[in-house]
């Protein structure tokens, strides 16, 4: 009470204590507000990602580390988005279908819109369609060394994981995969094709291998896709049950803004678009993402540069003491021959040069990747990896 006047004081934990007293029934005794706030419950153990997959944001003037494209986007196209931005109505939700995008994504491939799904980057995509086709009782194969959050979003989604192992040179031997999935009957099948980690492209002939073998959903991971000889996009039928996924971070250079889409059968369409959040594409991603698609021949044209410096990268990196892969994306597997895989990491950071240190992932002892950039960018590194060896 204060000058006549009742002041009521919060009881944010007696009320709490209430409510959990009349859920209780009555009898019932609970304890006092401070022991409500003993403890939090723990997550589930299965969450955390495979250790040093994320990547290190280290201050450097040269970042070749994360795969991304080394061209900021064509400045017609920033300007065509601000014209567009100032026409969305941002006080409604965006169109659910997102009908233009897929429209035009249709249209770039060659298919219908039905056969489209789009969402906030390929790793929504691939998350959709372990909830899709994963979930309990159900598992996904995959082959190491492939990309991590193939396993990891499978983890997450209850689907349990069967990993096979690629040869060797990290190609995938049809028979052997075809053998696992045979054993194993996986509902979906990954396949990263460039593989990430290590730049190769799965053959045509394994990956139709796999389709016939499978009594899942084959899906072939082509984040990379743009910068290789071949594409799974070929075999891409009403009937088949194959998906190819593709992103607009590397080509279409536009990482910041999260936009991935799938090509299928619009049987598997419908049942990915059951399990997406409602309106889960922004308005502004959408026309990002349509409007992108004006700019195919400058993207275009940035692929065969970064195909250019990647083989020049190679080449370079061959006179050097380091074991180099043939790759067909936009980055580079390598090993130091003559020293350990961190000890040549920390030397390039100390030159203000960042790749990805791959050293502790399955089966890529002391192997580093670096992301080809712009010519200047790669004199960077060579020099400095040069520096370093030497």
């Not at 990547?55 to 494209?69: D, F, G, I, K, Y």
């Not at 190609?171 to 999935?181: G, H, R, V, Y």
């Not at 540069?305 to 074991?323: D, H, T």
Request: aromatic share 6%; glycine share 6%.
């Amino acid at each position: 009470m204060t000058n006549g006047t009742r002041v009521d004081e919060p009881r944010p934990a007696r009320g709490i204590a209430e409510r959990l007293l009349r859920c209780a029934g009555a009898g019932a005794t609970v304890s006092q507000p401070a022991g409500l706030a003993s403890s939090l419950p723990e997550p589930r153990a299965d969450l955390g990602l495979r250790e040093g997959y994320h990547s290190p944001q280290v201050p450097v003037e040269v970042r070749l580390n994360t795969n991304e494209s080394p061209y900021p986007p064509p400045p017609e196209w920033l300007e065509a988005l601000a014209r567009e931005a100032s026409r969305i109505s941002y006080n409604r939700y965006p169109d659910r279908s997102a009908t233009a995008l897929r429209g035009a994504l249709a249209e770039l491939h060659g298919v219908q819109p039905e056969q489209i799904f789009a969402a906030n980057g390929s790793n929504e995509v691939l998350q959709s369609i372990c909830l899709a086709y994963g979930g309990a009782g159900r598992k996904a194969a995959m082959f190491e060394p492939t990309y991590a959050l193939h396993s990891h979003i499978a983890h997450l989604t209850g689907t349990e994981v069967v990993q096979g192992q690629r040869g060797p040179d990290f190609t995938l031997d049809a028979s052997t995969a075809t053998s696992l999935i045979k054993k194993e009957c996986p509902s979906i099948i990954f396949l990263c094709s460039p593989n990430n980690p290590t730049g190769l492209t799965e053959a045509a002939s394994t990956v139709s291998s796999l389709v016939v073998a499978s009594p899942g959903l084959v899906v072939v991971d082509e984040a990379y896709g743009q910068f290789a000889s071949w594409s799974a996009l070929d075999l891409v039928r009403e009937d088949v049950p194959l998906v190819v996924v593709r992103t607009y971070s590397k080509t279409w250079s536009l990482a910041a803004m999260r936009l991935g889409y799938l090509i299928g059968p619009s049987e598997v369409v419908r049942a990915l678009e059951r399990v997406a959040l409602p309106y889960h594409l922004d308005a502004l991603k959408q026309a990002a993402g349509r409007l992108a698609l004006q700019f195919s021949a400058e993207m275009e044209r940035r692929v065969e540069l970064i195909v250019v410096e990647r083989e020049r990268v190679i080449a370079e990196l061959s006179k050097l003491p380091v074991k180099v892969w043939p790759s067909e994306a936009n980055f580079v597997l390598w090993r130091p021959l003559e020293l350990a895989a961190d000890e040549v990491w920390r030397g390039l950071v100390q030159r203000s040069v960042l790749v990805r240190d791959t050293s502790s992932w399955p089966r890529l002892r002391g192997c580093l990747r670096t992301t080809v950039g712009t010519a200047e960018e790669n004199d960077r590194f060579l020099a400095a990896l040069e520096e370093v060896l030497s």
